[in-house]
């Protein structure tokens, strides 16, 4: 099997906020690849510097110490101008709100963003069409943006990120302001980013639903990144969970795993409850 | 001036600053000696006076009396009509009528001297007074003089050089002094010149700065309330050079729209106020609109300076702030 090319590489990426006694390590010593054709899921809780991280491979916060590596160039050592460039060039960006230009139509904020690339005129607004036809939204292109739906907003957004042709496209929570099923197609929509074009994708999030189509699930916590392993969902209060740090129970010859004992003992209260909405869960998948 | 009788040089008394402060007096005998320099046709003999009078059931009134003494000189009918009535006859601008109510055919009295409106003529160009011609008899007996007059209108013969002639005059009169007529239209300007010009350029030095603040504020004002949007732009990778066209872009399209409102408020302004105050006059000129504009263009680039700055100075990182 050919091997993939190298789009990021993150090496002992550091930062630092604050000094002495305030000192906050947001992100500590994080390392971490990805290839073309990758989509790669970071979780965590909130406030383990899973944005920071996103923040600084975007080339939007400089790091403290270590390389974030795109395409083979090192941007923590580029200057203002050049990291510029970069964002520009090589990066997509889509966000938890959408940030959409809300005062201009769908067609004109991909347009805007080409615009930045260097694309002007009726190339630019060609262009634009092309990618939002292809997305879905060729009967929104002159809509304001702020009229359209939430799961619309997202894909202009994924639009205007692929505008400028990125090799990597880095998403802050794509799905935490969509209902299901529009978080469901805004999911398929980053694994077919990833599988059809020679870029990668890195999300950010906390919701369990994109694990589905994540080829790798990193976790973060207190600014350390390492592999997750199995994870399952409570029956009682529905958290997401490692199935090797939880508590785990045998009933009538299948095992639950359990947030806390409290869970556990709630479960066994009253199993027949939680059994019918793991049933009903399961089904809805 | 403009409308005048085409005399190419006037000659005054010797001293003599303007015709609006300074009173010349010359002897019609030096007027004579004039005529007969060579290259000159002839010379009107011209009194003028500021006189006030009332008009009949209306306020005391000031206008300035002018009268030419063409004698047996040709005058076309036209020139007849608008400054060379007949005795007991005077001729007015529109401005003084729409101040007074005079008309055509109705009748008012200067120093006791009656006379008949002849005719209206078009409004002059002079803020401060209106003209007003009479016969060179009835200026006579509204001045109270006999043997002298104020000016003389030189008229060149075809072909004569200006240079020459005026050389000749002053050679042979020291007791004269000689202006081309664009000199003495100068000097009926100067005092307007000296007078409002100043005020009214600190006036245009307020509203340069009074409008370049109001144009600035407003950008300013958009481009906080941008901020995320600006920051989204610098995220996707926009150039310091793009983001400055897109406030010089805000601040050029305001001022554009400052600058079409302000012409058109200004005629319109221009034209309410000739209707409440007959003597305000004003004239829109194709130079000047383009001076403004120009002007425009500079506020539009000062306004930007601030915004810009605030634009440069956003953290591209705030679109990851909820």
Redesign the interface.
């Known amino acids: 099997m050919e091997k993939r090319s190298e789009i990021l590489n993150v090496s002992a990426l550091t930062k630092v906020f604050g000094h002495g006694e305030t000192e906050v390590r947001a992100v500590d010593g994080v390392d971490l690849t990805i290839r073309a054709g990758e989509l790669v899921l970071v979780m965590g809780p909130s406030g383990s510097g899973k944005?920071t991280l996103?923040?600084m491979v975007?080339g939007?916060?400089r790091p403290t110490s270590g390389s974030v590596e795109i395409g083979g160039v090192d941007i923590a050592s580029l200057d203002g101008?050049r990291l510029?460039?970069?964002?520009?060039?090589t990066v997509?960006?889509i966000?938890?709100?959408f940030?959409l230009?809300?005062s201009l139509s769908v067609r004109e904020n991909v347009e805007?963003?080409l615009?930045?690339?260097g694309q002007n005129g009726g190339r630019a607004r060609a262009r634009a069409t092309e990618l939002l036809q292809s997305l879905g939204l060729g009967h929104r292109l002159n809509f304001r943006s702020r009229d359209l739906s939430g799961g619309e907003k997202q894909r202009v957004s994924i639009a205007?990120?692929l505008a400028?042709g990125p090799r990597l496209l880095l998403a802050?929570e794509p799905t935490a302001n969509l209902d299901s099923k529009h978080g469901h197609d805004v999911m398929q929509l980053l694994r077919r980013i990833a599988d059809e074009g020679n870029r990668a994708v890195l999300v950010v999030s906390h919701d369990e639903r994109i694990r589905e189509v994540a080829d790798r699930v990193l976790w973060l916590e207190d600014g350390r990144l390492r592999a997750i392993g199995k994870m399952v969902r409570d029956p009682v209060c529905g958290m997401g969970l490692e199935v090797e740090r939880s508590v785990s129970i045998e009933q009538e010859g299948r095992t639950y795993y359990f947030c806390s004992r409290g869970c556990s003992w709630e479960f066994r209260s009253e199993p027949a409850r939680y059994l019918t909405v793991v049933e009903t869960q399961a089904r809805g998948n | 001036m403009s409308s005048s009788p085409a005399g190419e040089l006037w000659v005054v008394q010797q001293g003599t600053s303007d015709p609006f402060h300074s009173l010349s007096l010359v002897e019609p005998a030096a007027i004579e000696r004039v005529s007969g320099i060579d290259g000159v046709q002839a010379v009107v003999p011209v009194l003028s006076r500021q006189m006030n009078f009332a008009p009949p059931g209306g306020d005391e009134q000031s206008v300035r009396l002018m009268a030419l003494d063409f004698g047996a000189f040709p005058a076309s009918p036209d020139l007849r009509e608008r400054f060379l009535p007949t005795q007991g006859q005077i001729v007015i601008d529109e401005t003084l009528s729409r101040k007074t109510g005079l008309d055509e055919g109705d009748g008012l009295a200067i120093s006791g001297v009656a006379l008949t409106v002849a005719h209206v003529g078009p409004r002059g160009g002079d803020v401060l007074s209106q003209f007003a011609f009479v016969s060179f008899e009835d200026a006579r007996a509204i001045f109270g003089v006999v043997d002298v007059v104020n000016y003389g209108m030189v008229v060149l013969e075809e072909g004569a050089q200006q240079g020459p002639v005026e050389a000749a005059i002053v050679d042979g009169h020291p007791d004269l002094q000689v202006y081309t007529a664009k000199e003495f239209a100068e000097s009926v300007r100067k005092e307007i010149d000296e007078s409002f010009i100043p005020i009214i350029l600190i006036l245009v030095i307020i509203g340069f700065v009074v409008g370049t603040a109001v144009v600035g504020l407003t950008i300013y004002t958009a481009t906080i309330e941008r901020t995320r949007e600006f920051g989204v732009m610098k995220a996707v990778g926009a150039s310091a050079g793009f983001l400055y066209r897109i406030v010089l872009a805000q601040a050029a399209m305001l001022t554009a729209g400052g600058f079409t409102l302000g012409v058109l408020g200004a005629m319109a302004v221009a034209r309410l106020a000739s209707e409440a105050v007959p003597e305000f006059a004003t004239d829109f000129q194709v130079r000047d609109i383009a001076g403004v504009l120009a002007v425009a263009g500079v506020m539009a680039v000062l306004a930007s300076f601030v915004p810009v700055r605030r634009v440069n100075g956003i953290d591209p990182a705030i679109v990851f702030r909820a």
């Open positions: 944005t996103l923040t975007g939007l916060l101008g510029t460039e970069v964002r520009r060039k997509g960006f966000f938890q709100s940030n230009w809300e805007l963003a615009n930045i690339g205007r990120a400028n802050d």
